[in-house]
């Protein structure tokens, strides 16, 4: 425990985004996303949502402003055309962790997992919502 | 030992299932297969047949529904056409964990191993029956 | 992911307990304990309370029958001889658990953090209160 | 798999006991054992009795002929005196391997432990009776 | 780096010290302290001076409130009952980091050096003072 | 040492072969044969004889009968269509141990090297005669 | 701490410059850098300036004589033909080490982290000036 | 292989005698002897002679002529006061090799197998040979 | 330090020889050759002279005589046609040790770099000489 | 290598003198000292004499003021209250180093072993000169 730092981030995820530099990519994984498989860093918060780390962490790392989608969802197999449910609440939270609009890219299942290969590493939490996978992007702190 | 855990699930073989996510599958092994040779990840239960395993592992692994094929098994070499005797336990354990009726693809011998290689990992038995090994496919556990 | 397992429970949780025997115990501990310090095997639960931990934990976990105190907690510094307030709802679940009363024994401080070192290993959690660790010794599953 | 090797002796177990020299002790221990805290090696046979693992091991293990007692059982906590219903089936597979009447020693409980722990390694079985643990003292196989 | 977290602690210290806990101790240690030699955890800070360790690690490091001396310093050998001339900055930042007096305590050099080995860990810096070694033991995060 | 092993099979060589499935290869390499550099997985034999680790392992090690040479020697480079003196004494060894003709394959210096990279592992004998490396195939033990 | 030695230069950093050899590449890394991704080898010197290590490394560092730019920054993504302000400091670094002009190279970014990956190591640095990053590439130290 | 290596030094075993030093000591073990549990280094030698060990060794491998006893063998349990038959071999190999006579030391059994711990390494032969274990404690090579 | 190897060879070099066959390469580098980057196993021999290495490997170390070039050199880039003044004191060791003309072939930088790659291992001098590094081949030692 | 430093000091070396503190104490090794035995790290320098490496180190490495002898030798056995030869060339290469007399202590040579395992490591040279071993304290480097 340290101050200043929610405590549900683990030193082992604090370790993990203070790592990472620009451009470097995390996947907050669902329940029943295959993490294992598909992580280069695998670090668990299971029993947790996803909307709980994504917080957390957001108020410790900046988002990209270099792309056009500092962040990206797993496209619906079943309603390729509609949101999941709970995209909403993580819409509403990276709004308000950058102060301004984040566009979401939407990405076809498996071209997910593939590029979940090619991130940093994945927080494997408890999430059960369907479809509640995200990724996020690092972007820079300016010089002051 | 646990309370509700089949006993014949060792840790290991309880840890590799918990960490396995939609998608992931795992191959349950007859004494023959080259198991060292073909495993990412390997477990071993020397000694047991591959239904008692499957058995107990179906009871906490969900078999994945959005595939045709959640089961695989190897094609015979020697008669490329009939099933081999022991695959008729296995449709009734697969139906019967699942409440449904699950088709199994076969698999010629050498694209077997191949994509024995890519699964999340393999249980290694003391099966003696010939063509005595199985692939499941893991499922999704659907928000409650 | 797994059915029949509480989802709280990582997959290295779900491991430790799995591997220990009979007279084995496992620390869960408040997110002020020193765990690393203490801990011959750490589970980090960082973000979830002790409460939510126990009693998941205890769906799997049989407690030791044949010691007087299956359960233990740190004796508070500051009030030796009163209970925690957190204490009520440990002792609610270790008796549902078990379903007969559960005596629960005081350590000091200096001594539980030997004992800690002893045990199979520490769970550590994010609880915040003060007092919040707890001690549990694995009992018997007896011949069917 | 090999010729003339029980399929039961998992390759670690085989390796286990090709290793042992005169004087070794290996503990086969029943499924409520603390294995992973009092074992130097572990060999995990999960779902296997103790009886079945112990005549397979005595198929290519010499018993130690220089000491009064190469076999050991956990004295029994409820009634000191009086043997465990399993021991029966140990002698007669003690004595039917060697040829000759096999004394075996009885060894309180915790003292058990501590002297597992200075055995040359423990197999983990899912033996489900009470006090069913047993060590076993390795001989010399004479010039020939 | 990170929003919030002074970018003179790097990913490793920072993990260091999020992994304490109540009665955990770090030494922050200058350029001539033998710190591979007696450190449990080292941590490198080459070419920064003590307080500016000091000062960023205590924005995230509560001091301990449960003792009389939540940090210490090495006695000089030269002139032991004088105080060395950098230790005034530390009391200055120890003072108002905790926003109360922070009495220091004075460790006789290999008395020293032998706490030093049972701390959680050592962080090696390049400052240039003779004398500058520090000690600080973690406090409690208070339940909200 | 164990009993019917022949003590000339290392713990180290006994797991190897036990290890090995259907269609699994092992190279018996001889002196000068480079075998740290193309071996997945090496057991060393200095000072022994091919034939003597040969009639050893094909005393628990079954040859595959799917194919049509389950044993496989090097070309020679000085006289590529002869035998070398060597090859008689395997060829009585194989034939011997399986009870039938075993037809042996002669496979060129380099593309041996590529093939013993593909291998199971390579044992690393005291062979002094020249040509004097061997590939076996391991192969089925069927049901009882 | 040694002679001769800059003590902002940890034994870690100069272990790494004293293994490179002709030709090798080292990045000095600013604090936005991707630089766990992107190294072969990682030295830490968070909280330092590029400028304070490049003098540093260059004080023992001979630079490639053999090759027309022994040195390249990252091209500048929004000012794509204008220099970086701290560029100026590093010309004048790099000219009074070697007492010659030396030819500075622009590299795109993408471009610039795949050789990255190609060089030796990555030391990362808190150099908060955006553009910041710098390769160096090592010479020969001419016989005497 | 190398050129004026007796053939039956593995890589292994030449890289432990190369790294003793004067009064460290080796043990050549006998097949029965339990090497894994008393060596802190082990060099298998399966299927090998002691004698032939022994002579390959003491080609490259000076005794220390520091002490009364360079050597040492395991006294008899049957018959304390007795030679081994084989230890003649030794002696003619020990004397052999020094050019002089070299005293044999007799160790109790259990006080054999502590000393072995303490040695640089531990030598399993396959000798069959009861009481064929010898101890050789490595000299110094004058300067020139 | 053992008899009748050159004292130059550490353990760890006297082991990588031992442990090449027929057809694998060693580099012999010098000071300036970018070793870590270039090898797959590294021995250290800093400070020693490329010709007092050569000397002492080819006591050991037999040429092999199925090529038409057993050695080569880094063809130098300033004078591409022209020896580097070493190479005569290489020709003459070479063509010592073996007692036969040693051709030697001459290799372009880079593509150098490529093959050093691939050989077995490179060792580290201190050779001043610009173009020192050489590569030798093992051969075969004959059957007696 | 690197501009300014003896290239006799490996990679290894250089690092290890340069992780040493105030009071740790270093071992340069003759050929037959029981390095691997009793060190606690090792670096190797096979082929040199000790007053070559020893001063080579004293050009970076401060010797300790605090200390009565910063220096020690092994006591000859054979003639316990001669010096040994080779050490006056160490006392002049100490005293020159440091520009004042050091006063080298003797230690039996039991003792010197025992002292070594408690050294920060030990330098393996190839001096051939009986009773060259050296221990050197490190100190202090005072503030600018």
């Given at each position: 425990m340290l101050k200043k730092i929610p405590p549900i981030l683990s030193p082992e995820l604090l370790y993990t985004i203070a790592q990472m530099?620009?451009?470097?990519?995390?996947?907050?994984?669902?329940?029943?996303f295959p993490a294992v498989t598909n992580a280069k860093r695998l670090v668990r918060a299971d029993?947790?949502?996803v909307p709980a780390i994504l917080e957390a962490v957001l108020q410790l790392f900046p988002l990209d402003s270099y792309v056009d989608?500092?962040?990206a969802v797993m496209r619906r197999v079943d309603k390729p055309g509609e949101?999941?449910?709970?995209?909403?609440e993580y819409q509403r939270i990276l709004d308000s962790a950058?102060?301004?609009?984040?566009?979401?890219?939407?990405v076809e299942r498996f071209a997910f997992y593939e590029r979940a290969k090619t991130t940093f590493g994945v927080v494997a939490t408890g999430e059960g919502a369907?479809?509640?996978n995200i990724i996020i992007k690092k972007g820079v702190i300016p010089p002051k």
């Open positions: 530099g620009h451009g470097d990519e995390l996947v907050i994984a669902d329940a029943n029993g947790h949502s989608h500092p962040a949101p999941a449910p709970i995209w909403d950058e102060g301004r609009h984040i566009a979401i890219e939407q369907l479809y509640g």
